[in-house]
């Protein structure tokens, strides 16, 4: 809250991100307030509670126009208002073209290097485009009357073209973006064909921020290829049309004292007895839990393949050996997506079909929306958590699970393409999501860890997620932009 305040005393804090963190609805006539559970949103409400700024995110549903009215900012949270959220709303063409087009069918598969996925359709451009200027639009309406200058913070890869149209607005704002996923290296960014585009957006930040240095040097090399801007390694910044950005690493954490907690909640406790006893899992079973959204960078199928040869070649965990996998529908109308949950649900059925027996499922499937407790129950229940993305920027289940692990402590088995591995790398039981041999030779090995290395290992690991949680990121963020802004001023008085 400090550092919050520091930066926001004589700055008004406006915070983009194209999902919201309150939604609106009227049922019977009541109006009623829904918190989306998104780490992240959960986060950064709190400190906007701080700054008292405002909040600009697309309006998704019809109900919030219908209660909000187009175009006003109303008060969060309802019990106790604090700032402004503003909705930009969209048309349905802007959704398809916008979010289901470009964000998701062109830069999502871009930076996780899916490139045979990538469809640059003109129509998904346009879309992209004008949203982005809806975006800004809505930025400089809420910004227009403020006695402070702004600190505008952007999330993610839906609004890379948002900064430049603020920029040319109001060259005294300071503005950041957070990039949460992977950027690509140079080879692969240049199969966008809009590259210099989106550079010349995001370059009209004064801060970029990547979950790794890796992230970092590859957005530096695009820059570095694809503009006439002047790329200083040193000082990891960039030089273009007349101004400094700063390229930075700052990891994503999760609120991991709250995790724990959930985990230990009694609601937890409760809801792991009704889903045992709903799925017929037996108290002495092993079992092994994956969380995920249902998206063909998490790794869901050739995950499936390496459970079924580790069944087939270790028969004395048949029967005995779970799987649970949670899978949200997410992006649901995108081909690529309705075709994973299609494939995913018939592997499921197959490798059930193979092994289950009257008594035992190998795989319990569920697409079924979980509490939060639910998800910390499994968690916390889990001897395995199967965390294996074929590509992923950073990856909060494995800190969620790890924060999770409050009790007979489980292990960590990652992918070694996660952003996370970075930093939980060393304690977890790393393997190569597409290396389905050692990717079932290292469930075995995790299976056989003594109980004295799995403690330890689990204890090193909740170390780190506590030590660098969401705050500490939200802090990291706000010092790098107070001495961003601390190294102007002194260049302005010298
Ligand atoms: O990982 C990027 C991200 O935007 C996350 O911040 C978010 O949880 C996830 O994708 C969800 O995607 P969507 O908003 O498309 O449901």
Same mark, same amino acid.
């Given at each position: ?150 600190? $505008?913070?952007?999330? /993610? =890869?839906?609004?890379?073209?948002? %900064? &430049?149209?603020?920029?040319?607005? #109001?060259?005294? +704002? ?116 994956? $969380?995920?959204?249902? /998206? =063909?960078?998490?790794?869901?199928? %050739? &995950?499936?393949?390496?459970?079924? #040869?580790?069944? +087939? ?116 039981? $790393? ?10 030779? &290292? ?52």
């Amino acid at each position: 809250a400090e550092t919050v305040a520091q930066l926001c005393d004589d700055r008004e804090l406006v915070v983009v991100s194209n999902r919201e963190p309150y939604s609106h609805a009227r049922e019977d006539g009541e109006v009623s307030v829904d918190r989306p559970a998104g780490g992240l949103t959960a986060a950064l409400d709190p400190v906007m509670q701080t700054a008292e700024g405002t909040w600009v995110a697309w309006g998704d549903g019809d109900a919030d126009r219908e209660v909000v009215g187009p175009d006003d900012a109303v008060a969060v949270p309802p019990e106790d208002p604090a700032y402004d959220l503003r909705r930009v709303w969209l048309t349905d063409e802007q959704v398809e073209g916008y979010y289901r087009g470009y964000s998701n069918q062109v830069l999502w598969p871009l930076c996780h290097l899916d490139t045979a996925k990538l469809t640059p359709r003109e129509d998904f451009w346009s879309a992209y485009r004008e949203t982005n200027a809806d975006f800004a639009d809505a930025i400089l309406d809420s910004t227009a009357d403020a006695d402070r200058d702004p600190v $505008v913070w952007f999330q /993610d =890869y839906h609004l890379a073209l948002a %900064p &430049r149209r603020v920029r040319e607005a #109001r060259s005294d +704002a300071f503005l950041a973006h957070f990039w949460h996923i992977p950027w690509p290296s140079w080879d692969v960014f240049r199969a966008c064909p809009q590259y210099e585009h989106l550079l010349d957006g995001l370059l009209a930040n004064d801060l970029v921020g990547f979950h790794t240095d890796a992230y970092c040097r590859n957005f530096l090399d695009c820059v570095d290829a694809a503009t006439d801007a002047r790329v200083d390694r040193s000082s990891r910044s960039v030089s273009y049309r007349g101004r400094r950005t700063f390229v930075r690493a700052l990891p994503l954490g999760i609120d991991a004292g709250r995790q724990a907690a959930l985990a230990e909640s009694d609601a937890a406790t409760e809801w792991w007895a009704q889903f045992r006893e709903t799925h017929g899992i037996d108290a002495s079973e092993t079992v092994a839990v994956g $969380v995920e959204r249902l /998206d =063909y960078t998490k790794g869901i199928e %050739p &995950r499936l393949r390496a459970l079924e #040869r580790f069944w +087939a070649e270790n028969p004395e965990w048949c029967g005995n050996f779970t799987y649970v996998q949670k899978g949200t529908e997410s992006r649901s109308g995108i081909p690529a997506y309705d075709a994973l949950q299609d494939r995913v649900a018939a592997e499921v059925e197959r490798i059930n079909d193979r092994f289950g027996t009257d008594d035992w499922t190998p795989v319990v499937y569920t697409t079924d929306h979980l509490p939060e407790e639910g998800i910390a129950a499994l968690y916390r229940e889990a001897d395995l958590g199967l965390v294996t993305p074929v590509r992923d920027g950073m990856n909060l289940v494995a800190k969620e699970f790890v924060a999770a692990q409050t009790r007979d402590p489980g292990v960590l088995v990652l992918s070694e393409l996660a952003g996370a591995t970075g930093q939980l790398g060393d304690e977890a039981v $790393v393997v190569h999501p597409h290396d389905a041999a050692g990717f079932a030779d &290292r469930i075995g090995d995790a299976l056989s860890l003594s109980r004295a290395e799995s403690r330890r290992r689990a204890a090193d690991l909740q170390r780190e997620v506590h030590a660098e949680d969401v705050y500490d990121w939200l802090e990291s963020t706000f010092e790098t932009a107070a001495a961003i802004e601390r190294g102007r001023r002194s260049v302005r008085t010298a």
